[in-house]
């Protein structure tokens, strides 16, 4: 009987040691499917325009050049970012012409970001150096705490459509990898 009993404590045992082994997939199922359902929400980010500053001090004017290639990264930033899949990005449209932190103001934009639904903000400038470096600053901005999410300081080399182009497309890379929260 002893044995019985022994048997049948085992058995219970085992029994209760399988249920909950059990239970451990399909706990971790809810989490990753908790996971995935978070992730499938794109986190949206307004996207200013990049202001621009010229200090290499180069005696041809190349403003129009400039602008031009402003533009351009502009465009592909926008494009970039609103093709990854992690980010639903907004596009402001501000009364002052153009949508950078300098002319339309942090303040501005922040608020028009906000209105527009936005959880974060992309602001940067573009700096030319010298014909041979230019740097990209940005910055990726928390609205919610109004603090930087991401502060970043890029160099590139010289001042060409593709060297402009190239900075672009890293500048999309980082934010996608580094900036934005998961």
Known sequence: ???????????RSRAAIYSKLLLIPAAAAGI???????????????????DFRDTSGEV????AEHERRLRALDVALQKGL????GIKSILLTCQTGK??????????LSTQ??????RYLLIGEVHKMSTLVGWV???????????????RFLSYRGDTDEAWQH??????????KHCMPR
């Open 99 to 108: 949508c950078s932190a300098r002319a339309a103001g942090l303040e501005a």
């Open 167 to 176: 900075a672009a497309e890293f500048v999309v890379r980082d934010i996608e």
């Open 137 to 151: 600053k940005f910055a990726v901005m928390d609205l919610n705490s109004n603090k930087p999410a991401c502060d």
């Open 82 to 85: 609103s093709d990854s899949e």
């Open 1 to 11: 009987m002893l044995k019985a009993r022994g048997a049948d404590v085992r058995i």
């Open 32 to 50: 990753v499917s908790a996971e995935v359902s978070d992730a499938a929400e794109p986190l949206p980010l307004a996207i200013s325009n990049f």
């Open 113 to 118: 970001a906000r209105n527009a639904g936005a």
């Open 60 to 63: 041809r004017d190349q403003t």
